[in-house]
């Protein structure tokens, strides 16, 4: 079980050059961190896929045990871990998330 779910975590990270693990949806997070990951990737314009942690325990579980991160949110871009909540708004505040993300040759409007 283990390896699927690490499995299934290494083709989305591969596949979505943005890729969110949260709890909830884009439309409807279910919490503060996650909401504000949202707010931060759709103010700067990035394309990004999410998974809801809350409909998968296994995937709940899983994505903490691949990133060696213990808390949800996570952000993954171009297949490496960039981090949570804090780490997320941190860079957002001095504009090297963007950065990142322009380096890493994801689009970013402007």
Known sequence: MADTISQRIQGDIETNDVMLYMKGTPMFPQCGFS?????ILTHIGVPFQTANVLEDAELREGIKSFSQWPTIPQLY???????GCDII???FQAGELETLMKDSGVPVKA
């Open 77 to 83: 871009v171009k297949g490496e871990f960039v981090g």
């Open 35 to 39: 909401a504000r990951v949202i707010q």
């Open 89 to 91: 708004t941190e860079m």
